[in-house]
């Protein structure tokens, strides 16, 4: 049994890896977690949870003959890594790479990983720029929405919403990150405009840099910081709703992948 959730947030900067990778240790409590780094175009979960050497990733995967840098072919296992009690699947950073994977071959390896874990985190790219920018929203059951408390983040979280909802992805909830001080009016806004409820705040924090520098997820390297506490809150009010396996992957299998967003 399993669901598949994109966290994704529409703009760059917003946090949404240390969110992804938080929510993931948080989740681990309850579930068995896989995360997958699903920006393939702007990858860097993989320096976030301490796989900055990773010999095989996501990136060998989605390359046209899968293979890994020595040549030799590889599997979905292959780029899999248990890390900080779950299993991570992190992507490359290399630009010839990137430019010759094939983005619809990620249907295959979600599909694959889904036989095998209760929950799904896709760190989904930061813009709808692109087919294989919007493919983690189309294969997910539902969005985790992660922005900050300004008007122009909310528009580009609300333009997330409104892709998912015209391919049926539903939303978890809307998760704030980086806040300072309380949400305002920012907060009844998104009460008002976005389908699911608001997850948590999380507030800005010194431990999250210091958690990202040291190539670490923040709930293993500052657990009793403030952002870990609201980021555990936030989990706790995600509750996946578990669908059979095989049903989940052939549907990944025979998801669209649109041309363009």
Known sequence: MVEAFAVAS?????????????????????????????????????FHAGLADAPVTLQDLLA???????????????????????????CGTSLAAFERSD??????????????TDVLLLDS?????????????????RVVVVTQPTIPALSDALKVQEYAASYGTGIAGVLFNKVRGDLGSVGDQAERYFE?????SVPDSDAARAARDAG??????????DAAAAYRAAAAGIDPEPKAAGDVADRFRSAVVPERP
Do not use: C, F, Q, W
């Open 125 to 141: 790219p930061a813009t709808l720029a692109s087919k294989s920018a919007v493919l983690p929203i189309v294969l997910a059951d």
């Open 10 to 46: 529409g703009k760059g900067g917003t946090g949404k890896t240390t969110t992804t990778l938080a929510l993931g240790m948080a989740l681990a409590r309850r579930y068995d977690v896989t995360v997958v780094d699903a920006d393939t175009g702007m990858a860097n979960l993989l």
């Open 196 to 200: 699911g409820s608001t997850l948590g």
């Open 64 to 90: 046209p003959d899968a293979s890994g840098p020595d040549g030799a072919a590889v599997d979905v296992a292959d780029a899999t890594y248990e890390r900080h009690g779950m299993r991570v699947v992190p």
């Open 103 to 116: 983005p619809a071959r990620l249907r295959e390896v979600v599909a694959e990983l889904a036989a095998d």
């Open 216 to 225: 670490e997820p923040l709930l293993a390297h500052a657990p009793d910081s």
